[in-house]
C-alpha cells in the first residue's frame, strides 16, 4: 500500500476551474475524504487521482512515483462506483475474479484471491451464486470484492453507497470502515454526505468551489472549522451564527453581545470594525436565567434522549441542543450561557475564523 500525494493540481474545463490548486497527502494506509456540496470538484479530484482525467497543472504522486502522466491501468489503483454494473450473466465468484481473469492471473491464483476476498467481506456463501437475485448490499460487497481481489496499491471510491437507503447506509459504512482496518490499505473516498465523512475518516478534505477549504482531522474540522463554510457544512445542526458589528483588540477574551459580555477563546490578531459571526455549536449552548444574553424560544424538536430547540435572538436565530428533560415553551423569554472555551469567531465579509487560542496550531488556509 502506499502514499498519495497531490500538488498543485489544478483542473480547468475551457474556462472554469474545477479543482484549483490543491495539495495534500494522503498517509500510506489511511482512510481519507473528499467531504464537500455537488459541483465542487470530489471527483474531478479522484479521476485525476485515478488517471482518468489530465490534470491542467500539477503532480501526483503515488508511493513516491510521478505518476501524473501515466494512464490508469498502469497505477496500481482499484475504483469503486456509485453505480457499481455486475456482469448479470456471471455468478459471484466469476464476477469478482473477471479482472484477473483478464489479467491472465492463473486459476488457482484467482480462486484463491476471490475466496480471501469472499471472507473478508462475508459472502462466501453466495459466491457461486447469480448475482441478478442478490440484495443492494450484497451487489455493493461484491463490487467491493472486484476491487479487493486486485490487491492494489490504493482504493479510491466515489460515492459507493449513495444508491442506498439511508438505513442501510448507514450499517455500509461500519461495514466499510471495518473492512479498512483489516485491509489498512490507502483510501480515498468521495461524499458529499458529512455523516458518512465524519464516521469513517481519518482525515477529511472539505472542498468549495474547487479549493480545499480545511484538511484535518474529523475531530478538528468539527471543533475548529477555519471558514463559516467548513462550520455550516459540518455537523447536524449545525454551527450556529451569533452576528453582530464590532472591534476587537488582539488579546481580549470577550466580544460584547447587545448588553452581554460573552467569554471566548483569546483572540490572536486585531479585529477592526468588522461585521462578525460567533460561531457555537448547538449542544455548547445552556439555558440560564441569569444570563444577560437572552432569546425567546421559537419550537422545538424531540429526538428521544436531546431535543433541538430553535430560538430567536437580536444576533439571528439559533439551535440549541439539550435534554429532552429540559422543559421548553414557545414563546418564552431564556437567557443563554455559550461554552466559552469551544466559540469560534469569524469575519462575516469572507467567512474565515479569526485566530484565537482555540485555533492554535491550526492550519488557516
Ligand atoms: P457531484 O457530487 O455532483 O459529482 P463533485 O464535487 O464531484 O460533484 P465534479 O464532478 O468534480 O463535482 O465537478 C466539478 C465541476 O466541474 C462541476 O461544475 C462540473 O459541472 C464541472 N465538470 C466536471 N467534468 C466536466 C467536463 N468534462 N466538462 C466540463 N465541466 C465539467
Redesign the pocket.
Known amino acids: 500500500m502506499a502514499e498519495i500525494k497531490v500538488e498543485n493540481l489544478h483542473k480547468s474545463?475551457g474556462d472554469?476551474a474545477?479543482v484549483k490548486n490543491s495539495n495534500f497527502t494522503v498517509e500510506n494506509g489511511e482512510f481519507f475524504v473528499l467531504l464537500?456540496p455537488?459541483?465542487?470538484?470530489?471527483?474531478?479530484?479522484l479521476r485525476m487521482i485515478a488517471g482518468l482525467e489530465l490534470p491542467t497543472s500539477g503532480r501526483i504522486l503515488l508511493g513516491g512515483n510521478d505518476v501524473t502522466f501515466k494512464r490508469a491501468a498502469e497505477r496500481d489503483i482499484a475504483f469503486v462506483f456509485q453505480l457499481f454494473a455486475l456482469y448479470p450473466h456471471m455468478n459471484v465468484r466469476d464476477n469478482i475474479g473477471f479482472s484477473l481473469k483478464c489479467q491472465g492471473v492463473a486459476r488457482s491464483e484467482i480462486r484463491r484471491r476471490v475466496d480471501e476476498a469472499g471472507r473478508i467481506l462475508r459472502i462466501e456463501h453466495i459466491l457461486e451464486k447469480s448475482v441478478s437475485g442478490l440484495s443492494s448490499g450484497d451487489r455493493q460487497r461484491v463490487a467491493l470484492g472486484r476491487a479487493i481481489v486486485r490487491e492494489p496499491m490504493c482504493f479510491l471510491m466515489d460515492?459507493p453507497l449513495g444508491a442506498l437507503d439511508s438505513e442501510f447506509r448507514h450499517v455500509m459504512c461500519g461495514e466499510l470502515r471495518g473492512l479498512h482496518d483489516r485491509l489498512k490499505a490507502t483510501t480515498v473516498y468521495?461524499t458529499?454526505d458529512q455523516l458518512e465523512a465524519m464516521s469513517m475518516a481519518d482525515k477529511i478534505a472539505v472542498?468549495n468551489k474547487g479549493v480545499i477549504e480545511q484538511f484535518a482531522s474529523p475531530q478538528e474540522i468539527y471543533q475548529r472549522p477555519v471558514s463559516m463554510f467548513v462550520a455550516d457544512f459540518i455537523g447536524s445542526p449545525p454551527m450556529n451564527f451569533l452576528r453582530f458589528e464590532s472591534g476587537i483588540a488582539r488579546g481580549s477574551g470577550e466580544v460584547q453581545l447587545g448588553a452581554a459580555k460573552v467569554a471566548m477563546p483569546e483572540i490572536h490578531e486585531d479585529v477592526g470594525p468588522a461585521k462578525l459571526a460567533l460561531g457555537v455549536r448547538p449542544e455548547h449552548i445552556r439555558f440560564d436565567d441569569n444570563s444577560p444574553l437572552r432569546g425567546a424560544i421559537y419550537g422545538t424538536e424531540y429526538l428521544g434522549t436531546t431535543q433541538v430547540v430553535t430560538i430567536d435572538t437580536d444576533f439571528g436565530q439559533i439551535k440549541a441542543r439539550t435534554s429532552s428533560e429540559t422543559r421548553v415553551t414557545p414563546g418564552s423569554s431564556v437567557g443563554l450561557r455559550l461554552e466559552p472555551n469551544r466559540l469560534s469567531l469569524f469575519r462575516a465579509e469572507d467567512g474565515r475564523a479569526i485566530r484565537s487560542k482555540l485555533y492554535e496550531g491550526v492550519a488557516h488556509g
Do not use: L
Not at 39 to 45: D, E, Q, S
Open positions: 474545463f472554469f474545477a464537500g455537488s459541483g465542487c470538484g470530489k471527483t474531478t479530484t460515492e468521495v458529499h472542498m
